[in-house]
């Protein structure tokens, strides 16, 4: 069973049409969840930490928000060069253990 | 801000091949870690290391090996290539942290293909 689900698999929106990715986890505790952003066949780059529920963090046109058991990557009025994979990750509360990855949602964004 | 260096791009190998993954950061960061990264399966774990000279097993060990000798430095061996091992290796570093979630940074990545 996988820890972290992340979806849908891909999405394909309009120019401006706005929309959220989703990404649930079941790990026993959280220390950490983080969004990445992923061009093809470069490797992630972060986005976003959030810690606990109730914590929400924006950059440009994404916002990220964490639940006890989910997080929603928002895009609002989202452009063709938000196009991207988003991949979400999980860090369980436990000293130094490495991230735990979903698989990703794409979004392609058309003009 | 971190730099994670990936020493080669792209790489086409024969099967029974000796590989080296090559990975140096520079921001002198205690923990590194190997990814590979295929269609439909995501990120895997496949080794990190805590520290110079320690290494622990990630998910998916099986056919890989991997040495720290000096800590900005982090390598990725397969012992002889197979064709499964056809991949994009994701090598990333993180601060070592004991009370937040230190953030990874990855390198460009590594396309290998082994015919």
């Known amino acids: 069973e996988d820890q972290v689900t992340q979806s849908p698999e891909a999405l394909r929106l309009q120019e401006g049409e706005s929309s959220s990715l989703n990404c649930s986890y079941t790990?026993?505790?959280?220390?950490?969840l983080f969004w990445y952003r992923q061009d093809p066949g470069k490797g992630p780059e972060f986005l976003f930490t959030?810690?606990?529920a109730g914590e929400e963090k924006e950059k440009e046109r994404l916002k990220a928000t964490l639940t006890k058991k989910e997080s929603f990557l928002h895009i609002t009025a989202p452009k063709p060069e938000d196009s991207a994979t988003y991949l979400c990750?999980?860090?369980?509360?436990?000293?130094?253990?490495?991230?735990?990855f979903g698989k990703g949602t794409t979004l392609s964004v058309s003009s | 801000d971190v730099k994670v260096t990936q020493s080669s791009r792209y790489l086409v190998k024969r099967t029974g091949e000796k590989v080296f993954l090559e990975c140096v950061q520079d921001?002198?960061?205690?923990?590194m870690f190997w990814y590979r990264q295929d269609p439909g399966l995501g990120l895997r774990l496949i080794y990190f290391?805590?520290?110079?000279?320690?290494?622990e097993k990630g998910d998916i060990p099986e056919g890989y090996s991997v040495s720290r000798e000096k800590k900005e430095r982090f390598s990725l061996i397969l012992e002889s290539a197979s064709t499964n091992q056809t991949s994009m290796y994701l090598c990333?570093?993180?601060?070592?942290?004991?009370?937040?979630?230190?953030?990874?940074?990855f390198g460009a990545g590594s396309r290998l293909t082994v015919l």
């Open positions: 990333a570093s993180r601060e070592q942290g004991v009370l937040g979630a230190n953030v990874l940074t």
């Open positions: 790990v026993s505790g959280l220390r950490g």
């Open positions: 959030l810690y606990s």
């Open positions: 990750a999980v860090q369980e509360d436990q000293a130094g253990t490495a991230l735990i």
């Open positions: 921001m002198d960061h205690e923990n």
């Open positions: 290391s805590y520290d110079v000279k320690m290494k």
